[in-house]
């Protein structure tokens, strides 16, 4: 499993940026999507997420409304759509994908469920 990142960059405060991530050798029936990220100096956080066994994607509530993640039909590409970024979105973004049950609850996800990441691309936000 392979997953590689772009689209970040430096923006000011107010603007906008699509990150996407390239997905290859994923096969699995249950499964969950993810961008994490991680500030300089602080642990890595989920930010949008999307589960297979639920028909709706999940957001940190300092994103809510402001960042999207969406699929491509073929299921090869993730993206988060990030709109008003703030200078505290700065950090590093993962893609990040693993197996997931059905019987867990999406909500409760944490990086620990993960098994694949990719290398990162840093988002810095500028005031």
């Known amino acids: 499993v392979q997953l590689v990142e772009s689209g970040g960059g430096s923006v000011q405060a107010g603007g906008s940026l699509r990150l996407s991530c390239a997905l290859s050798?994923?096969?699995?029936?249950?499964?969950?999507v993810a961008w994490f990220r991680q500030a300089p100096g602080k642990g890595r956080e989920r930010v949008s997420w999307?589960?297979?066994?639920?028909?709706?994607?999940f957001n940190r509530e300092s994103v809510k409304g402001r960042f999207t993640i969406s699929f491509d039909s073929a299921g090869s590409m993730v993206y988060l759509q990030m709109v008003d970024l703030k200078p505290e979105d700065t950090a590093d973004y993962y893609c990040t994908a693993g197996s997931y049950p059905t019987w867990a609850l999406c909500d409760s996800l944490n990086e620990d469920d993960l098994d694949y990441w990719g290398k990162g691309t840093l988002v810095t936000v500028s005031s």
């Open positions: 999307r589960c297979s066994s639920e028909d709706e994607t």
């Open positions: 050798g994923f096969t699995f029936d249950d499964y969950v």
